[in-house]
């Protein structure tokens, strides 16, 4: 890596690294009192309505934002464009996805409190979706200050009304609303932040909408088999065991999931510089990439054992291992396989 690139990348990634801190120490924060007084039963449910609305999501929020990133990152004059036209027809598959996930969780016959907590993620993904593309458009920029500010407001805001509402007695349903508006206060920071850089947003148009979706086609086909791909368990389950159960395999997941803060940081402090060596400095995009995966697995490698190791330990700690024992072996498993998917975050993230 050339001087500029590695400053470009170490920047990014120190502003990542600072905003995981604060954000994971708040959902750490949370997650000490969420699975605890809900019980497994209630937390499951709060657990499958998240992981219903991220399969769903998928339609709405299209390329993400890594296509957004690209976009802008080539074009940074076009910002104002690529922006409100990547919003616009997100409005209508928003429509599209909303109906479908109400209509899939009728007909799974789930209980009345977790089709109402999935109508209220539902209604979540319109302003989720519109901050994913701020935050791509910012990343474009190879700005990720804004988006981190957004991000532990969020968190911050959702973690200490959360676990107030906890304390007070509030249930699975009133968490899920407290979640939304977490996202909804992100989105508002986004779009204020946005406006230094775009002061006067453009009208919609139509063709380049179409353009835009034609373009990010490829993106969305990587955002379904992956999000299928890790999110499809939890709704098996779901259909083939008792609440309790998903609540179990949650509590797992969700510690998995905090592990995966690393290639993400990484992955979207490179993402914007690779775009901009591909097909230019090949060599140097590939001497790039090959120090991120060294990155990767110099770190991967240790985390990977400690939490297979102390997999008892966490569990203990997090969620209480009298109502969570069967959630040790699933963090067993997901810690096999996390050191697998740090490399596969960087590789994805290059092609």
């Given at each position: 890596?050339?001087?500029?690139i590695?400053?470009?990348?170490?920047?990014?990634?120190?502003?990542?690294?600072?905003?995981?801190?604060?954000?994971?120490?708040?959902?750490?924060?949370?997650?000490?009192?969420?699975?605890?007084?809900?019980?497994?039963?209630?937390?499951?449910?709060?657990?499958?309505?998240?992981m219903?609305?991220a399969?769903?999501?998928?339609?709405?929020?299209?390329?993400?934002?890594?296509?957004?990133?690209?976009?802008?990152?080539?074009?940074?004059?076009?910002?104002?464009?690529?922006?409100?036209n990547?919003?616009?027809?997100?409005?209508?598959?928003w429509v599209?996805?909303?109906?479908?996930?109400?209509t899939?969780?009728?007909?799974?016959?789930y209980?009345?409190?977790?089709?109402?907590?999935?109508?209220?993620?539902g209604?979540?993904?319109?302003?989720?979706a519109?901050?994913?593309?701020?935050?791509?458009?910012?990343?474009?920029?190879?700005?990720?200050?804004?988006?981190?500010?957004?991000?532990?407001?969020e968190?911050?805001?959702?973690s200490?009304?959360?676990?107030?509402a906890?304390?007070?007695?509030?249930?699975?349903?009133?968490?899920a609303?407290?979640?939304?508006?977490?996202?909804?206060?992100?989105?508002?920071?986004?779009s204020?932040?946005?406006?230094?850089?775009?002061?006067?947003?453009?009208?919609?148009?139509?063709?380049k909408?179409?353009?835009?979706?034609?373009?990010?086609?490829?993106?969305?086909?990587?955002?379904?088999?992956g999000?299928?791909?890790?999110?499809?368990?939890?709704?098996?389950?779901s259909?083939?065991?008792?609440?309790?159960?998903?609540?179990?395999?949650?509590?797992?997941?969700?510690?998995?999931?905090?592990l995966?803060?690393?290639?993400?940081?990484?992955?979207?402090?490179?993402?914007?510089?690779?775009?901009k060596l591909?097909?230019?400095?090949?060599?140097?995009?590939?001497?790039?990439?090959?120090?991120?995966?060294?990155?990767?697995?110099?770190?991967?490698?240790?985390?990977?054992?400690?939490?297979?190791?102390f997999?008892?330990d966490i569990?203990?700690?997090?969620f209480?291992?009298?109502?969570?024992?069967?959630?040790?072996?699933?963090?067993?498993?997901?810690?096999?396989?996390?050191?697998?998917?740090?490399?596969?975050?960087?590789?994805?993230?290059?092609?």
């Amino acid at each position: 890596m050339n001087k500029d690139i590695a400053q470009s990348v170490a920047r990014n990634t120190a502003v990542q690294f600072g905003q995981q801190l604060i954000t994971w120490a708040s959902s750490f924060a949370l997650m000490l009192f969420l699975p605890r007084l809900l019980g497994p039963e209630k937390y499951g449910r709060l657990y499958l309505a998240e992981m219903v609305a991220a399969m769903f999501i998928v339609l709405v929020t299209y390329d993400g934002r890594f296509s957004i990133a690209k976009q802008v990152s080539r074009r940074p004059e076009e910002a104002g464009d690529i922006l409100v036209n990547s919003l616009g027809f997100r409005v209508g598959l928003w429509v599209i996805s909303f109906t479908a996930m109400l209509t899939f969780s009728l007909v799974a016959g789930y209980p009345t409190p977790v089709v109402i907590i999935i109508a209220i993620f539902g209604v979540e993904m319109l302003w989720s979706a519109a901050r994913a593309v701020y935050s791509g458009a910012f990343l474009g920029f190879e700005i990720t200050t804004y988006t981190a500010v957004s991000a532990i407001v969020e968190r911050v805001f959702v973690s200490v009304v959360g676990i107030t509402a906890l304390l007070l007695g509030g249930q699975e349903i009133v968490i899920a609303i407290v979640m939304a508006t977490g996202t909804l206060l992100n989105f508002i920071i986004c779009s204020g932040y946005f406006r230094r850089y775009v002061p006067r947003l453009p009208r919609f148009d139509r063709a380049k909408a179409w353009k835009l979706m034609k373009s990010g086609f490829p993106f969305l086909l990587w955002t379904i088999f992956g999000v299928v791909y890790y999110r499809i368990d939890t709704v098996m389950l779901s259909l083939m065991t008792p609440e309790k159960v998903v609540g179990w395999y949650g509590a797992a997941y969700k510690f998995y999931d905090v592990l995966v803060f690393l290639p993400s940081i990484f992955s979207i402090a490179i993402l914007p510089v690779l775009s901009k060596l591909y097909g230019k400095e090949n060599l140097l995009l590939a001497r790039t990439t090959q120090k991120g995966m060294d990155f990767i697995l110099l770190t991967g490698i240790p985390i990977s054992i400690v939490c297979f190791y102390f997999s008892p330990d966490i569990i203990g700690f997090l969620f209480g291992i009298e109502n969570y024992a069967p959630a040790v072996f699933n963090l067993r498993i997901f810690a096999a396989g996390l050191l697998l998917l740090y490399i596969d975050m960087i590789l994805a993230t290059a092609i």
